[in-house]
């Protein structure tokens, strides 16, 4: 009995550190916008490189890249214009606010990738230090006065200055991880789960989800099908219903991230909700 009570006790610290894991930003510290085809988070929470990366991955994403002049534009203009960032919030270790990407040369010292999930891979950048070059003709942004990347103390992560009256502002620059800033979460699909509203009336939950989740209908609309989507629209699951008004569904099998719950009614409608594990 002993080692059963051990085991119970073992199983609600997983699922309580699951819980934790998925929650890892709060959804009102969020601005999403799209661009391209693909899908931005601006999170406005101070967290280190590396939690921040494995936040992103968490969610479904990673920490973004930026490949061209275009992408760099859309991306800063959002940053400063629309994502009502507090500039003094997100102060690095210098007192320049600043936003993480998904850059690193933390492998290899001046090996620049986009790393953006941390698992040390990715196409390199940029070579060498402030007088490096790009690597296979890929966009750089790097700060010019001081000339970035400078690698001063072990900074072997990526920025982007956001401060206005900063000497580079808008220009990239290297940090140590563990400066505590605002992150930038790129998914590769566009997806505009912020405005995804349930149909009057249903109920989802509980949400963050762990095992399962209930849908609650109060219509008397029956329910046809669910279906649960990653963030690249790709369906990960799908239920069929027959006369069924409220339903349960499984999904503990669905690892940490966040999805779009689609619910189908037998008279044609679509409801959708964005669900967290």
């Known amino acids: 009995m002993r080692h059963s009570k051990y085991f119970f006790l073992l199983s609600v610290l997983l699922l309580l ?53 275009a992408e760099q534009t859309a991306i800063f203009n959002e940053l400063t214009a629309n994502s009502d960032i507090t500039i003094t919030d997100t102060q690095n270790q210098f007192g320049t606010a600043s936003i993480w990407l998904g850059g690193s040369d933390a492998g290899t010292e001046g090996d620049w990738i986009w790393d953006g999930n941390n698992d040390g891979t990715g196409p390199q950048f940029w070579s060498g230090t402030s007088n490096g070059d790009p690597v296979d003709g890929l966009y750089t942004n790097w700060g010019t006065s001081p000339a970035e990347p400078d690698n001063s103390g072990g900074q072997d992560y990526l920025t982007i200055i956001i401060k206005p009256t900063a000497v580079n502002y808008g220009l990239w620059n290297d940090l140590i991880s563990t400066n505590t800033i605002y992150y930038l979460i790129e998914y590769d699909s566009t997806v505009s789960i912020e405005n995804l509203e349930l149909k009057e009336n249903v109920r989802v939950y509980p949400n963050p989800f762990s095992t399962g989740i ?36 499984a999904v503990a099998d669905l690892e940490s991230g966040m999805y779009i719950l689609n619910i189908h009614f037998e008279n044609g409608e679509l409801t959708s909700q964005k669900i967290l594990k």
Not at 46 to 66: F, P
Not at 225 to 233: A, E, G, P, Q, Y
């Open 214 to 249: 209930n849908i609650e209908n109060s219509t008397s609309d029956p329910i046809k099908k669910i279906t649960v989507l990653n963030l690249m629209r790709q369906e990960v699951k799908t239920m069929e219903f027959s006369e069924v008004v409220n339903a349960k569904i």
């Open 17 to 69: 550190c699951n819980g934790l894991i998925a929650q890892c930003a709060e959804e009102l510290n969020i601005y999403s916008f799209e661009y391209n085809g693909h899908l931005y988070e601006v999170v406005k929470e101070n967290k280190s490189w590396t939690d921040a990366s494995n936040c992103a991955v968490s969610r479904g994403g990673y920490l973004a890249e930026i490949n061209d002049e």
